[in-house]
């Protein structure tokens, strides 16, 4: 970016509001909690806060709306990033939407503390909107006060970023800012509530649009807000598919649906537990949206969901959330129906998911083990029992993947090879070494011998495979105890923690030996800490 491309004064920015331009809005202009009937955004200003204080923010994502460091330092970029002045050029605005919450229609959702501010056109002529989180209540904060609090605020900052750097698709944050005011949460909805530190994180994203937000229009039998929606989705953000039509509408929800499909494949990737898959947090872009209770897979147990909320059903546990996404997307496909009044192709869409995400899948775990391909005879066989290797004792998921790769192949045969110098690579992952013996002991060395075996047919290189590996099994992931040690020091005003985990996850595949005490295993003291292991939706 050259300097003249540099936004020195935030009254530089360029926008241009394509979703209130185009779209329906609300013909109310007070800000009180409603029903919001044909109309897809109500405007709403975002309440002013005492002090505004600027405590991190992405470099990378300042640079997507050619933000300068000094701009971004400035105390008016705290100033609108907290919600206290507007730009010219913004229109604020709050959305309407639906959703299924645990499985049930909840009706009318919305942007309840989600303040759309605008969208930048950056000099590169990309698109991207801005939105706070926690800049207090709109039309659609029914019985909630609109705001966030900073524990909830760092992990939304931190986990966006990381993702993006991990390479999964997800909304952005821009910055995080304290508000100088006190929030009242019962974190645990036991009747013991605090007063917490008030912050607002600023998304960023080319669009927020969810299921929901389709959903709605359908649940009203509202279709021609429904189809002017649609209309716009695809003309914005899916050009790539022609001038909207039934035929295109269809080409559209396929590619939902295989966006959705690469999505879950990322997250079963890197481990990542959203916690609260309900079809208002489903991106219509396939982009990982609303970090609230998620959760990163310490040890490795697919039945594992970081959200109290959830613990007895556990819907939306790590290894649910495959079938979770396609049942999403079957509402989205019921919302749709009535733009396409035929289930048959919107079924043949839905398989294509099931299809596209297996396919994934399958290249994904093989990628994993650094395979060059995906060889059906054998591998599924080698995925399989792997998987089942993982839950015998507790194993560490990211050590286990990231020391795989320093298993040595080319050597002495596996019959050969001395057994506890096979496994040694591996220990580190083990929360209990001690238990791996007898039978347990077995089953891994046999799973290795067979590992061994794959990549002695496919006469690969250590080396080759070891940098291909580590390219795909991140060395720093978000580690719950990690946000909460960062969030334990920001509670005292100390945000190093956070700034130093930003950076750190900026590069998640490199070594940085100077960085290892972050890629331990959990500690002991995390096990059942609130906020390592437990999270509820409060925040
Ligand atoms: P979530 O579970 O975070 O996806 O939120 C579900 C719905 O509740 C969305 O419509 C949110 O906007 C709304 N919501 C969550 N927290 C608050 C809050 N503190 N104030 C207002 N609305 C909220
Ligand atoms: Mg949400």
Not at 455 to 482: A, G
């Amino acid at each position: 970016m050259n300097s003249q491309q540099t936004v020195r004064n935030l009254d530089e920015l360029q926008f241009d509001n394509q979703f209130t331009r185009n779209l329906p809005a609300d013909e109310e202009a007070k800000n009180f909690r409603r029903q919001v009937t044909g109309a897809c955004y109500s405007r709403v200003l975002p309440t002013k806060v005492a002090r505004p204080q600027l405590v991190a923010y992405s470099k990378e994502v300042a640079d997507l709306l050619d933000l300068s460091a000094d701009t971004v330092k400035s105390d008016e970029f705290a100033a609108v990033f907290a919600g206290n002045q507007v730009l010219a050029g913004m229109d604020p605005f709050a959305m309407c939407y639906g959703g299924h919450q645990f499985g049930n229609w909840a009706g009318q959702l919305g942007d309840g503390r989600a303040i759309n501010l605008g969208e930048v056109r950056n000099s590169r002529g990309e698109h991207w909107a801005l939105q706070l989180k926690g800049a207090g209540p709109t039309p659609y904060s029914r019985t909630a006060d609109g705001l966030a609090v900073l524990r909830s605020s760092v992990r939304e900052f931190l986990c966006s970023e990381a993702m993006y750097h991990l390479g999964v698709p997800t909304t952005r944050a821009l910055s995080l800012v304290l508000t100088g005011e006190q929030v009242e949460r019962d974190m645990f909805y036991d009747g013991n509530p605090r007063h917490e530190p008030g912050a607002v994180v600023c998304r960023v994203a080319p669009s927020f649009l969810r299921f929901g937000n389709y959903q709605i229009c359908a649940a009203r039998g509202d279709l021609e807000t429904l189809r002017t929606l649609v209309d716009f989705t695809i003309r914005t953000e899916f050009s790539h598919l022609g001038e909207p039509s039934r035929a295109v509408y269809l080409s559209w929800f396929e590619e939902v649906c295989r966006r959705t499909a690469d999505m879950i494949v990322h997250w079963m990737r890197v481990g990542f537990v959203h916690g609260v898959m309900n079809t208002d947090n489903m991106s219509v872009l396939g982009l990982t949206i609303d970090y609230g209770p998620y959760g990163w897979l310490e040890d490795y147990d697919p039945n594992w969901t970081p959200n109290t909320t959830d613990a007895t059903g556990r819907r939306y546990r790590f290894g649910n959330q495959p079938q979770i996404a396609l049942w999403n997307l079957v509402q989205f496909a019921n919302a749709l129906y009535p733009l396409i009044e035929d289930a048959e192709p919107l079924q043949q869409a839905l398989d294509v998911y099931v299809d596209h995400f297996e396919q994934g899948s399958r290249t994904m775990m093989s990628e994993k083990l650094g395979l060059n391909s995906f060889q059906p005879e054998t591998d599924i066989k080698l995925i399989e029992e792997i998987q089942e290797v993982l839950q015998l004792v507790e194993t560490d998921m990211t050590i286990f993947f990231r020391k795989l790769s320093l298993l040595e192949s080319e050597g002495e045969s596996s019959a050969d090879i001395d057994e506890a110098a096979l496994l040694a690579p591996l220990m580190e992952a083990y929360y209990e070494p001690e238990k791996v013996v007898g039978e347990v002991r077995t089953r891994i060395l046999a799973w290795i011998h067979s590992y061994r075996n794959r990549l002695r047919d496919e006469q690969s290189s250590d080396v080759v495979r070891r940098e291909k590996m580590n390219r795909v099994n991140p060395k720093y992931v978000l580690r719950n105890y990690l946000s909460q040690l960062a969030i334990d020091k920001a509670e005292e005003g100390d945000f190093t923690l956070v700034n130093e985990l930003l950076e750190v996850l900026r590069r998640p595949y490199d070594e940085q030996p100077d960085q290892e005490q972050h890629a331990g295993k959990r500690p002991d003291w995390a096990r059942s800490r609130a906020g390592c292991s437990m999270l509820s939706c409060s925040s």
